[in-house]
């Protein structure tokens, strides 16, 4: 069991009024809060060992370096990667998406299908549109299932849908709208049946819950570190070995070359060849930090903690009247999406505001799944280790406080 | 509540959310433009019948938050039959309330969005339906959005 008044006292932004009222954050799907201890390892590096890393022969540049390439193998134990070499660093799960996907836009052709599904973030959506066109190729979706997608992903359509034409399958493993938790090994096991490479995106989940790439049997898995405790700016975008080894670089320059001439270049291999240019050194200690500290609270406690108050909020707000909750009743992620029927989401927030409650509202970057569900925008409370179930009566009062003024 | 907040939802507001005026879409409409939101989702529809440089008629359609279809109901209250030049002026006198709080000289229900200021987060909520409008008299086929704006 996750103590969260114990946890509370590692995160200094915690302690804090929002106008006139205790910081109620609710906003963790967006980015989550740092604790002190990733505060403290970014100025540490600052202070004791800022210099590039790879190419010095000084002693603070090997000391970048160590650090730079421990929270690389951090990362792997983090995911259980089979190699170090799998885990490459990127801004978020956005760029770590985009690599993928560039390099498919290069190499489908008509008649190859891109298959993803109708919960996805715009980040594991668009990426993917660019490659079918790029390369002439179709994308498809996965329905799914319910008038408030409580139904999850129709698992029966995917018989037809997952053919030897499918070349990616990309698929969200925690929806960030809906809470949905995704059978993520299954789905990699029917697309490695057909030969189609996976790609998870995993920003909701890698610092929710034990995650293992191995026992999942996917190709890539895209996530960010600031939803993680991590710092703001850095990502990993991991790959299956033998993948990586024959995926061109995304970017070129410095860091990635093994021998440049006038005419031309030769790469290095996985990970060196998608980090060229300065990586966000800082950023990758700063996110290694984070796995420990992730580590040290257990992530199956985490994953029993977020979801317990998930389906507690979810009960909650069940009575408030004409409440419509989004996603699964049962078993969900630790986030709650819902909407009023003549209530905006972006009043409820400031309301929300109003009473030190930070939520998110809007269409939480699934503009084709909010309009399928007949929707504009709808408002959101994600939790995470420090929240507490005190927060969740807090939320409620104030809903009931906004919809007493705008609804009577 | 607070004072911000009372200021921010004036009764004007809530009114005009509640009941929207000139709602819907214009069958005799010769000039429409929509605009978007799209770091919240909002929409707005504006149509137009103009005769001459007048707006004989106009109506907008849309979803959002409280605050944008407020302003975009009373703006259509606001706007019937005034000329293009009227309704520039206007809503420049408007962007100064939104943006300042500073009131008008005149007395005008628009005075009721001063309270925005302080939420400037919300200032793209009150002006998007101005600048449909204010794209559908300017003949503007491409839609408003208000990430090109600079207010």
């Known amino acids: ?408 | 509540m607070s004072a911000d907040l009372t200021e921010l939802y004036q009764q004007v507001i809530l009114d005009h959310n509640r009941r929207p005026r000139n709602r819907g879409k214009l069958p005799a409409a010769n000039r429409v433009a929509h605009g978007d939101n799209p770091s919240c989702g909002d929409q707005c529809s504006v149509y137009l019948r103009l005769d001459g440089d007048r707006i004989a008629e106009i109506s907008f359609d849309g979803s959002g938050c409280a605050i944008s279809q407020a302003s975009a109901s009373l703006m259509t209250t606001q706007l019937k039959g005034k000329t293009s030049a009227e309704a520039q002026s206007l809503y420049d006198q408007f962007h100064e309330i939104v943006t300042t709080g500073k009131e008008p000289e005149e007395i005008s229900d628009i005075a009721a969005f001063a309270g925005v200021h302080t939420f400037p987060a919300r200032i793209k909520c009150a002006t998007l339906g101005w600048h449909a409008a204010l794209n559908a008299l300017k003949g503007d086929a491409a839609p408003a959005t208000t990430e090109s704006h600079t207010d």
């Open chain 1, 1 to 408: 069991m996750l103590d969260p008044q114990k946890i509370r006292a590692d995160f200094p932004i915690l302690h804090q009024l929002v106008n006139g009222k205790p910081l109620v954050y609710l906003d963790n799907g967006a980015t989550s809060q740092k604790p002190r201890a990733v505060i403290d390892a970014l100025v540490h590096y600052y202070e004791r060992d800022n210099s590039n890393v790879h190419r010095g022969l000084h002693a603070l540049s090997m000391r970048a370096t160590d650090a730079y390439e421990g929270a690389r193998a951090r990362i792997a134990t983090f995911l259980h990667a089979a190699d170090p070499a799998e885990i490459i660093f990127t801004r978020g799960t956005t760029e770590s998406i985009n690599i993928v996907a560039r390099s498919f836009g290069t190499r489908l052709k008509p008649g190859d299908v891109i298959l993803t599904t109708e919960m996805e973030h715009h980040s594991n959506l668009v990426p993917w549109q660019q490659a079918a066109k790029a390369g002439g190729a179709t994308l498809r979706y996965v329905p799914v299932l319910g008038a408030n997608a409580e139904g999850g992903l129709d698992l029966a359509a995917l018989d037809q849908l997952l053919t030897p034409q499918v070349k990616v399958f990309a698929f969200t493993h925690i929806s960030n709208t809906l809470g949905t938790i995704n059978p993520v090994a299954e789905l990699c096991r029917r697309a490695r049946a057909v030969g189609a490479i996976t790609v998870i995106d995993a920003a909701q989940s890698v610092g929710h819950a034990p995650l293992d790439v191995q026992a999942l049997g996917c190709d890539y898995l895209a996530f960010s570190g600031h939803k993680m405790c991590g710092p703001t700016g850095i990502g990993v975008l991991y790959g299956r070995r033998a993948l990586l080894e024959k995926l061109a670089p995304d970017e070129t320059g410095g860091g990635m070359v093994v021998n440049v001439t006038y005419e031309g270049a030769t790469w290095k291999p996985a990970p060196e060849r998608f980090e060229a240019g300065t990586p966000n050194i800082a950023g990758a200690i700063g996110l290694g930090v984070a796995c420990d500290y992730l580590d040290a609270l257990g992530r199956a406690a985490i994953e029993r903690h977020d979801h317990a108050l998930a389906r507690l909020a979810y009960e909650k707000l069940s009575v408030l009247p004409g409440i419509r909750l989004l996603g699964p009743a049962g078993e969900r992620g630790g986030l709650v999406s819902f909407a009023f029927p003549d209530l905006h989401a972006h009043d409820v927030v400031t309301f929300a505001d109003e009473d030190g409650i930070a939520l998110r509202g809007g269409h939480h970057c699934n503009q084709p799944l909010m309009r399928k569900l007949g929707l504009t925008s709808t408002t959101r409370a994600s939790f995470y280790v420090y929240n507490t179930a005190e927060e969740i009566d807090v939320l409620v009062a104030s809903l009931r406080r906004t919809l007493k003024f705008f609804v009577g």
